[in-house]
């Protein structure tokens, strides 16, 4: 089993739709869980992290975090052809020395 | 804003020879990564950085890799005997936070070609 799984997509929504994006992941010792936007061929941009579970919310994105379940989410509101990228999952324990990322999703907004 | 620089963009090599990629971290933090990411596959961790030792190493960092600070800025990954399966993009990052692994910011890679 995968430590961290993310399905690949693509996924392609209209303008304006909201977006749900996830990953599951099997190591239970995961504190920290990121979320990343990566446009092609240049590096990966921190949208927002959360620590254990719960919610958090930063302008048209929302995180959760279920430990429970082993399942994290991003939610996009009110997506914009430019929210069109790679969204890769990543998550470390505590020492936060080695972080697994999930293999990215493909969004696709259109106009 | 601060960011992560890394040079140079594009690397092309020939097989067997030693490459140094190099990173210049933002000035106040404190931990450093190298990522490697194969084209169309996911990013994969090499190795973590913090005061001045390897914090951890990922299996794919073998003795034909090496990291080391020189000096109070810059990052440096080197590989030692470049082999064809090294080719992809290698991003450096870093972050201010202890412990956490979180708030870790990316530079926009190094290309590494090796023919």
């Known amino acids: 089993q995968k430590e961290v799984e993310q399905d690949p997509g693509p996924l392609s929504v209209p303008e304006g739709a909201i977006v749900s994006l996830n990953c599951t992941y099997s190591?239970?010792?995961?504190?920290?869980f990121m979320w990343y936007r990566q446009y092609s061929r240049k590096g990966p941009e921190l949208l927002m992290y959360?620590?254990?579970?719960g919610n958090k919310e930063d302008g048209r994105f929302t995180a959760q975090v279920d430990k429970s379940s082993k399942y994290i989410s991003l939610f996009i509101r009110d997506s914009q052809p430019s929210d069109s990228a790679t969204y890769l999952c990543?998550?470390?324990?505590?020492?936060?020395?080695?972080?697994?990322f999930g293999a990215g999703t493909r969004l696709f907004v259109k106009a | 804003e601060p960011e992560v620089t890394q040079t140079p963009s594009h690397q092309v090599t020939q097989m067997g020879q030693e490459v140094i990629l190099r990173c210049v971290p933002i000035?106040?933090?404190?931990?450093f990564y190298w990522y490697r990411q194969i084209l169309g596959q996911k990013v994969e961790f090499l190795v973590s950085?913090?005061?001045?030792?390897?914090?951890?190493k990922s299996e794919i960092f073998d003795d034909q890799f090496s990291v080391e600070r020189p000096d109070g800025s810059n990052f440096t990954l080197k590989i030692r005997s470049t082999k064809l399966e090294d080719s992809a993009m290698y991003f450096c990052?870093?972050?201010?936070?202890?412990?956490?692994?979180?708030?870790?910011?990316f530079g926009p890679g190094t290309r590494l070609t090796v023919t």
């Open positions: 990052a870093s972050s201010p936070l202890p412990l956490t692994g979180a708030e870790q910011y």
């Open positions: 190591n239970s010792a995961f504190q920290y």
């Open positions: 959360t620590y254990s579970s």
């Open positions: 990543a998550m470390s324990s505590t020492g936060g020395f080695k972080t697994i």
């Open positions: 000035s106040n933090h404190l931990y």
């Open positions: 950085f913090y005061n001045n030792e390897i914090s951890e």
